[in-house]
């Protein structure tokens, strides 16, 4: 099936840096979401991008849909503790209106 | 209800049984989705249902998983003679399905099959 090449596969970080990760595909999306999951709990919507080179923030996370519709970005500031977690992005292929395709996730952990 | 209620939380099975993980998606939601993540990996589709019927049934890994939905609400999933390989955390999500591609996850059913 359809790749999402997620990276870094995890990172280490202190209390108050800023964060980076990204998807990229060699596929065209329609859609970009970032979810965060908890350990036991189901992922959780961060963030929805649905135009090209659309930049998008809520709180301390802006994300950035690419504009050659490949890739997106992910970028919290000022991390703190409770961001610690597992980020996913996903996104939306060109006539599959009906699911998703997810990356294998950033596992983030914040150090104080 | 006010989230998606997935049930049991945790179920563990032998080798060969038959297990059915159940969904409750949010009230008013049309569109149901099943997914299951595996150790350490990302989401991979399985089923979409759209009302009782399923219009993408691609992600079904083989003829041994089977879902339905009835009432346009609650859902099961079904995995006949179970393998080792069945083992993972099944999760499901529910939309609204007017463009809007936020799914809502509930907290996934993790299966072990011993």
């Known amino acids: 099936g359809q790749q999402l090449n997620q990276s870094p596969q995890s990172m280490f970080i202190q209390e108050g840096e800023d964060v980076s990760m990204n998807c990229t595909s060699s596929s065209i999306f329609n859609t970009w979401l970032w979810y965060k999951q908890d350990p036991g709990e189901g992922p959780v919507l961060l963030i929805a991008l649905y135009k090209a080179g659309e930049l998008t923030s809520n709180g301390r996370l802006t994300a950035q849909f690419g504009i050659t519709r490949k890739d997106s970005f992910l970028n919290i500031s000022a991390s703190i503790p409770s961001d610690v977690g597992i980020y996913f992005c996903a996104g939306q292929l060109i006539g599959t209106a009906s699911k998703l395709t997810f990356g294998t996730g950033t596992r983030l952990q914040v150090t104080l | 209800g006010a989230g998606v209620s997935q049930s049991p939380s945790n179920k563990v099975t032998e080798k060969g049984k038959d297990v059915e993980l159940r969904c409750d998606p949010i009230?008013?939601?049309?569109?149901l989705y099943w997914y299951r993540q595996s150790l350490g990996q990302g989401l991979e589709f399985l089923i979409y249902f759209q009302g009782n019927s399923a219009p993408d049934k691609s992600g079904l890994p083989s003829d041994r998983f089977s879902a339905e939905r009835t009432g346009g609400s609650v859902s099961t999933l079904t995995i006949q003679r179970t393998q080792q390989e069945d083992s993972a955390v099944y999760l499901c999500?529910?939309?609204?399905?007017?463009?809007?591609?936020?799914?809502?996850f509930g907290s996934g059913t993790r299966l072990t099959v011993v």
């Open positions: 009230s008013g939601h049309t569109a």
């Open positions: 999500a529910s939309s609204d399905q007017r463009g809007n591609y936020g799914y809502t």
